[in-house]
């Protein structure tokens, strides 16, 4: 039994991966300056503040670009789950376990954004 989505829901997970780029981008800044971790001022860390920042602009411009080409929509998808696996792998070798936690919250709302985009639309 499918429910047609309508397009507010349809945008659940891109609004999810959006929150979560923000809070992932928020802890690898703050963990970039905060001279009280093993962290601080290394490559590791402005690598994930970085990638962070791409990934809220990949997750932004799937939310914002409604006439996007199919093939672009699905790089970014692609682009996005890589920078996820990438950041989150980071995050474990720096230590950040906060930051671990929100890229899973960002890979739920990716699956959320995978199983939306193809449930029919009304």
Known sequence: ???NLTAPERRTGVHILIVAAIVSLG??????????????DSAGALLVVVSSLLMFLASAALLFAGGMSRSLRGTLVVLILLDIAGTALAAYMLEAYW??????????????????DRAPAT
């Open 1 to 3: 039994m499918t429910e």
């Open 27 to 40: 802890l690898s800044i703050f963990n970039y300056f905060w001279t009280g971790n093993g962290i601080h």
């Open 99 to 116: 930051l671990i936690a929100v890229m899973a919250a960002a890979l739920a709302g990716s699956i959320v954004r995978l199983v939306a």
